[in-house]
T-cell receptor, first 114, second 114 residues
């Protein structure tokens, strides 16, 4: 069964350092999402791509977070500088289209900022 | 703004019991509703996807219903097993002009005791 690949699985970084996460969606899925999930809460959308274009980044803290999907396939989410409050699970998901399809999530990257 | 509420927040049942998890949402303008399972420290696994035109979906011991007009969905788990222990998340996909974020509830943490 096709999967959304994410790496690394775990990341520990010091405050003020830069950190990056990588996601490879299911082949053929044009829509890619990055979500952040704080412990005990539901995931919240950070950014949505349709192919290589950003569709929604209204909840992305743009002063420190950036995301790109240069060739419309895999994607990188970067945080610089990391803050203690960024400790969370970062989940990538993809779907074939933006409307009636279900999402498939990756296994996530657990970030701890110390 | 769409809000999703899941009740109860936590549930503990003996093995073999049938159980119902509840999800309510405030805006009925949705494309679909999806139920996910999340094991501790892991990503989300899709369980059932219900399109807005459907009333229910079934997969094995799981049955999910959708009453869009009243803003409610239920996830029914028959003959629960210890392996069903996890957090169950409900998410709706709103009809928006841009973006297609999922709005999640905070989940129901289920424990099935042997």
């Amino acid at each position: 069964e096709a999967e959304v690949a994410q790496s690394p699985r775990y990341k520990i970084t010091e405050k003020s350092q830069a950190v990056a996460f990588w996601c490879d969606p299911i082949s053929g899925h044009a829509t890619l999402y990055w979500y952040r999930q704080i412990l005990g809460q539901g995931p919240e959308l950070l950014v949505q791509f349709q192919d290589e274009s950003v569709v929604d980044d209204s909840q992305l803290p743009k002063d420190r977070f950036s995301a790109e999907r240069l060739k419309g396939v895999d994607s990188t989410l970067k945080i610089q500088p990391a803050e203690l409050g960024d400790s969370a699970m970062y989940l990538c998901a993809s779907s074939f289209g933006p409307h009636n399809d279900g999402y498939t999530f990756g296994s996530g990257t657990r970030l701890t900022v110390v | 703004k769409q809000e999703v509420t899941q009740i109860p927040a936590a549930l503990s049942v003996p093995e073999g019991e049938n159980l119902v998890l509840n999800c309510s949402f405030t805006d009925s303008a949705i494309y679909n509703l999806q139920w996910f399972r999340q094991d501790p420290g892991k990503g989300l696994t899709s369980l059932l996807l219900i399109q807005s035109s459907q009333r229910e979906q079934t997969s094995g011991r799981l049955n999910a219903s959708l009453d869009k007009s009243s803003g409610r969905s239920t996830l029914y788990i028959a003959a629960s097993q210890p392996g069903d222990s996890a957090t169950y998340l409900c998410a709706v996909r709103p009809i928006e002009t841009s973006g297609s974020r999922l709005t999640f509830g905070e989940g129901t943490q289920l424990t099935v005791n042997p």
